[in-house]
């Protein structure tokens, strides 16, 4: 029995999807595997794409229009295909982070979701408070998040992290090795800021917590603080202020940008074997 057969289409966006893909295939003539090979992936993800087990890629929603002659019609739905896919209580927060100048988070954990590699997300995510059911699809949008560092004119980033993300190993060694190579590659972009907090600081302005401060060019700047169950965000501007304030004494504690890329350096260099 397929995955696909008992699927509501009215139960979400990706329901929608999924079973107008396998509605439009089917009138077409062509099979999932026709379908996968096409668009260059396993039979058995389609399968699951089909049965709105896996959020579809933006590939394969182009492909699709051109196969089924449907205009524009899956690439138009994939971008709220891609937004439904985050926890309702998270969605205002990415259409926030999508439209914000500059994002300045700090982290005491791990790293920052903008800057996770594929792996690392996935070990983050699978410790998570998600079911591990939806951790694909939720590892698929977190990179999809990812995207507006690649715009023309993509947001200023400037990330604090403590010395303990660059620490602690988030899965594999590997996984953590891959993750590092990219931290150390975006503190060396020149549009990027980062800066660690290192261990001999001792107490600092962040132990409270991680949080996320949003410069808007229209519309309050806010404040997104995490929290066990769910984050919440901010625009009182008090809650500004205090988190302004934080990350200001965060910055004056932190290493600077070279000493912040040398340690990031170090601490590759301890796990290459």
Do not use: C
């Amino acid at each position: 029995m397929a995955y696909a057969d008992d699927l509501d289409p009215s139960d979400s966006v990706l329901a929608f999807y999924a079973t107008d893909l396998r509605r439009r295939r089917e009138a077409a003539g062509m099979s999932q595997r026709a379908l996968a090979k096409a668009a260059l992936m396993a039979p058995s993800l389609l399968n699951k794409i089909e049965a709105a087990k896996r959020l579809p890629t933006k590939e394969l929603s182009v492909l699709a229009d051109e196969l089924f002659g449907t205009g524009d019609h899956f690439r138009r739905l994939w971008p709220l295909v891609m937004k439904y896919a985050y926890p309702k209580w998270f969605r205002p927060f990415v259409e926030l982070e999508e439209a914000a100048s500059q994002i300045r988070s700090f982290q005491v954990q791990v790293v920052p979701g903008l800057l996770q590699t594929e792996d690392y997300a996935r070990a983050v995510l699978s410790e998570g408070r998600i079911n591990r059911d939806r951790v694909e699809e939720l590892v698929t949008a977190r990179l999809e998040r990812q995207r507006i560092l690649e715009r023309e004119e993509p947001p200023e980033l400037w990330m604090v992290l403590d010395e303990n993300v660059l620490r602690r190993r988030i899965g594999s060694v590997d996984t953590m090795r891959g993750q590092l190579e990219r931290l150390l590659t975006a503190a060396q972009t020149p549009s990027n800021v980062v800066q660690i907090v290192p261990f001999d600081v001792g107490g600092h302005a962040g132990v409270g917590g991680p949080f996320s401060a949003l410069a808007m060019d229209e519309g309050p700047d806010v404040v997104y603080v995490d929290g066990f169950l769910q984050g919440q965000i901010f625009a009182e501007i008090e809650h500004v202020r205090a988190a302004t304030r934080t990350y200001d004494l965060l910055t004056a504690d932190a290493l600077s940008t070279d000493r912040s890329i040398h340690m990031i350096a170090n601490a590759l260099k301890e796990l290459r074997p």
